[in-house]
């Protein structure tokens, strides 16, 4: 079983836009995403304990730190994937959620996919450290997120380079809040959809909520938050419906598609040194 598995990895992960860019990255199946998906529970400590396996079966063990948070009983689970240089390229998720619902959409679809992302990413040398982030208190007032960042000192948010912020995916199409994210980052992300051919668009949530990244933005780490939300989809959101009936597995899979490449981009380009101004 291992080894065909393997083999599907590499047909995966040579796409034609990857050739391009002389980009590989490393995609797990659809059915491991899908079964990940199904390990939610509507007990926060479960699904931090589920969180916690899911890091260390993906090779984190060692790196894998639990900061305690103010006011939350579950603490952040910070699980970091050294690069050649300390430049950071951060990725978030909430995993905590509101009791009305099961909390699949909201938000155990961003935070079951860290772990995923994490071990698609070590199977290659990265030259970006990723931090790797499982907010917790997110629902209660972004209190995970905001300990965080107000943790880091000068030179730590000097180094972030970027933070990807992933919440609510599934309902539909990835799509960018793109009134609140980082122009080049926003850019990059609508350059890899067009190059995966997915669809994708803006759709602005401010009059709704708020995520994660906000506290990022607010020091000045360059920050984009990757959703599903529509208006018609909306009412699924701290409510009831809000269970794994709700998530379309096809939409889900091509949004996990998206943040693998994406990651895989970023650390290329932005590792690159910026072209030279043209001669006068
Ligand atoms: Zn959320």
Request: aromatic share 8%; glycine share 6%; net charge neutral.
């Amino acid at each position: 079983m291992r080894r065909q598995f393997v083999a599907a990895l590499m047909v995966l992960s040579l796409s034609s836009w990857a050739c391009a860019q002389g980009i590989s990255y490393t995609l797990l199946g659809q059915t491991l995403i899908d079964a990940r998906l199904k390990l939610f529970s509507r007990n926060d400590s479960e699904r931090e304990t589920t969180l916690r396996k899911m890091f260390s079966d993906a090779g984190c063990a060692d790196h894998l730190s639990e900061p305690a948070v103010k006011h939350v009983k579950q603490p952040n689970l910070v699980c970091i994937l050294p690069g050649t240089s300390a430049e950071a390229i951060l990725v978030g998720a909430h995993f905590d959620h509101i009791d009305a619902g099961d909390g699949v959409v909201d938000n155990w679809s961003g935070a079951a996919l860290l772990p995923t992302l994490y071990e698609g990413l070590r199977s290659k040398p990265v030259r970006h450290t990723f931090i790797f982030i499982a907010f917790t208190g997110e629902e209660k007032g972004e209190l995970g997120s905001a300990s965080y960042v107000n943790g880091m000192s000068k030179d730590e948010v000097a180094l972030s380079r970027a933070m990807v912020n992933m919440d609510t995916l599934g309902l539909g199409p990835p799509e960018v809040w793109l009134s609140h994210a980082d122009p080049n980052l926003a850019r990059a992300l609508a350059g890899v959809a067009n190059a995966m051919k997915l669809p994708f668009r803006a759709v602005n949530v401010e009059q709704v909520g708020s995520t994660d990244s906000e506290q990022f933005a607010r020091r000045k780490i360059p920050s984009i938050t990757i959703h599903s939300l529509t208006q018609e989809t909306l009412p699924v959101l701290h409510s009831r419906r809000d269970q794994i009936s709700a998530v379309r597995l096809n939409d889900y899979y091509d949004s996990y598609r998206l943040v693998a490449a994406y990651l895989t981009y970023l650390d290329r380009v932005m590792s690159e040194p910026a072209p030279a101004a043209p001669a006068k």
